[in-house]
């Protein structure tokens, strides 16, 4: 049973009452949470569930999809596709994975990259080009409108002064190599990195080969100004093992289905972006950026015996541009403006094939499309701290969407619906009821849009809305100086005409509420060992939706596990020695709307790695899933449960590498 708003507060407050009693220092007002040692700047704006892991965390990981970094983060979990190109996507806020419902906001030092249809893709970048990731959840951000349904992402790439090399052997015939070189000299900073990683993987058929090249340059104008240009260059191809049925995924996890024997696709992502900053006076500062990027992805897949061979084609080339001014105007008053545009040329195509040779028959083209998609926003925040215990901000943001669609097949061509202005008030506040603690609140408005070919029209266009997205959350931090810190809070978010993938047809899937609890901690239990963890509970319904789906009604959605936790613990043995060992787990979910056919997708991994600093250099071992657990991403094209696919994940594996200082 779902627990009531006056249950929810009355917990909340005892917790309150709780820390209260604890006396201490001087609070600050905040409510991150720090995975590592190292602390990042974040935008003390953002207030509720932020959370950030430091570069000492993410250069200790090994991974095939840059995306699985996000391990750590509380309340992120993961869909592990594990198909070539089509690997790794995170969620959070019960929203799926699985590209059914995109939901969040991916940006790398301030550029978006998530894909037309909302996928996230971050493999141009490698662990070591990475300062830190930073994590947003709910619906109080007013700084993007796009895909900011449930939070955002952030990436920040590196701009210290380092000679660093890393070569890295693994299981799976794994091999790995990284570099990082940052430069100053004057006014010029430079930033250079690349990376190479080759993998037979655990499963049959699951050969990979991906490469990431950057370079970043930047110029201190004056003391006022700055200019930062990055470029960027990503390429990934691997095979892919296709689905397997229960049965054999269970007997046998590392095989290959066999009608998926020509699978696999490449993918190449390039990125140029601009980066002006100006400070004409001490209280004010102007930014902007503007990109330009390139995403292309081909795939061959075939997802059953009974199903045929498709080759997916996409090829996305984005265009914009994002200004903000943050004006001081006394010492408790701030003002925020932005204002960001972004333009996406599209081609979507998925053929019928006979081999891997596309046959251009029209009645074997499943899609041939080539549209546009323009969004753009514009926001006002208005943050006061009224004293040393109070900060508040109140923010209004409105976006609109606009563009064109061709069926390169048939000839017709559509406009977008008429979405109007999509209005979303934000409310943050946060209060230090002692030095310890903090409660805070924030609440405020999202949406979510239909894409590819169901954001267009050829008949009446405002026959559709976008879906509203209304949440809050409430909470408080308790932190005791530097050893301890503890954030709880619960959050609903209710949506009206979500559009979802329902049977594997995208439509409004009607009224729909998600809420849990979030609790997320770290602290020190001695000089030499430190410690963080995390819970977070999920509960998704299905409110309301159309008399043809209403067996739907007061079900769970599909794609969403009930729980994630994490736990990890560092040790530091003297001078020379760092140990680490991090559980992770996610609780089951239904794979699809109906709630048939069993509940997938539980699992508890442990992995471990230590680092020994040598002198000459420093060796890190890393092992993943000690105790061989199996696990697996199940999708459902049946509303049964009776046509499951599923995918294994990796078994027990472990590397060794070597990291060089120059």
């Known amino acids: ?84 190109l089509i690997n790794t996507d995170v969620a959070i806020r019960g929203f799926a994975g699985d590209g059914s419902s995109p939901h969040a906001k991916l940006l790398i030092d301030g550029i978006p990259v998530n894909l037309h249809n909302g996928y996230n893709e971050l493999d141009q970048l490698f662990p070591l ?14 700084r993007y409108g796009l895909f900011n349904t449930a939070g955002n992402y952030e990436a920040l790439t590196r701009q210290d002064d380092a000679r660093e090399l890393e070569v890295s052997a693994g299981s799976f015939n794994t091999g790995e190599v990284q570099g990082y070189l940052g430069l100053t000299h004057g006014a010029l900073k430079q930033n250079y990195a690349f990376g190479y990683r080759t993998s037979d ?8 080969e991906k490469t990431a090249v950057s370079g970043s340059w930047t110029w201190a104008l004056d003391d006022t100004a700055s200019l930062r240009i990055l470029a960027r260059h990503g390429r990934y191809d691997g095979d892919a093992p296709g689905y397997l049925d229960r049965e054999t995924a269970r007997a046998n996890p590392r095989s290959s289905a066999v009608f998926a024997n020509q699978d696999g696709g490449d993918k190449a992502t390039n990125h140029l972006s601009v980066h002006w900053s100006k400070a004409p006076r001490k209280e004010v500062l102007w930014s902007l950026k503007a990109y330009g990027q390139t995403f292309e992805r081909e795939r061959w ?25 943050n004006w001081a105007l006394n010492e408790r008053v701030t003002l925020d403006w932005g ?55 109140l923010a209004l943001r409105a976006d609109q969407l606009d563009g064109d669609f061709s069926n390169q097949n048939s000839g017709e061509g559509r406009d977008m619906y008429d979405f109007g202005t999509i209005v979303q008030p934000k409310l943050n506040l946060v209060y230090a009821a002692t030095e310890q ?56 978010q209710t949506a009206t005409d979500e559009f979802v993938v329902v049977d594997g047809t995208a439509r409004n899937v009607g009224e729909t509420e998600r809420n849990g609890f979030d609790l997320a901690l770290n602290g020190r239990l001695s000089r030499a060992v430190s410690f963080w963890g995390s819970y977070t509970t999920i509960d998704s319904e299905i409110v309301k939706t ?17 729980y994630t936790a994490s736990l990890g613990f560092q040790v530091r043995a003297g001078e020379s020695l760092n140990m680490r060992l991090h559980l992770d787990a996610q609780g089951d979910y239904q794979v699809n709307e109906a709630n048939l056919g069993g509940s997938y997708g539980g699992f508890t991994l442990l992995n471990a790695s230590a680092d020994y600093a040598a002198g000459w250099g420093t060796i890190k071992l890393h092992l993943h899933n000690i105790t061989d657990e199996y696990y697996e991403y199940v999708y459902d094209f049946s509303m049964d449960g009776g046509a499951t696919i599923h995918s294994p994940g990796d078994g027990f594996s472990g590397g060794l590498s070597l990291a060089f200082d120059f």
């Not at 080009?129 to 709910?138: P, Q």
């Not at 949406?447 to 408080?476: C, I, K, W």
């Open 1 to 84: 049973m779902k627990p009531s708003f006056s249950h929810t507060l009355i917990r909340f407050c005892l917790a309150g009452l709780f820390a209260a009693a604890c006396l201490g220092q001087e609070t600050e007002l905040e409510t991150i949470v720090v995975i590592g040692n190292k602390e990042t700047t974040t935008d003390a704006g953002r207030v509720g569930s932020v959370d950030v892991v430091g570069q000492e965390e993410i250069t200790s990981e090994r991974v095939d999809d840059t995306l699985e970094l996000f391990n750590k983060v509380p309340g992120v979990y993961l869909s592990r596709y594990n198909q070539g």
């Open 129 to 142: 080009n990475i300062e830190s990731i930073a994590v947003f959840k709910g619906t109080s951000d007013p």
């Open 201 to 208: 993987g655990y499963r049959d058929h699951t050969d990979l």
């Open 301 to 325: 897949v075939r997802f059953s015996e009974a199903g045929s061979l498709q080759n997916r084609y996409d090829d996305q080339t984005h265009f914009g541009m994002r200004a903000t001014l």
């Open 339 to 393: 204002f960001d545009h972004e333009r996406q040329d599209n081609v979507e195509q998925r053929f019928g094939t006979v081999g891997q040779e596309r046959v251009r028959d029209a009645n074997r083209v499943i899609r041939d499309f080539q549209y546009d998609f323009n969004a753009t926003g514009m926001y006002l925040k208005l943050s006061h701290e009224p004293n040393a215990r109070l900060r508040w901000n």
């Open 437 to 492: 603690v903090n409660l805070f609140v924030n609440m405020g408005r999202g949406f979510q849009h239909p894409f590819g070919s169901s954001a267009y029209t050829a008949g009446d266009r405002g026959a559709r809305d976008v879906s509203l997205n209304d949440g809050y959350e409430l909470g408080g931090q308790w932190r005791q100086g530097q050893q301890f810190t503890l954030r709880l809070s619960h959050w609903n």
């Open 546 to 562: 159309s008399d043809a789906d209403a067996a739907f009604e007061g079900n769970e959605l599909r794609s969403i596990p009930d």
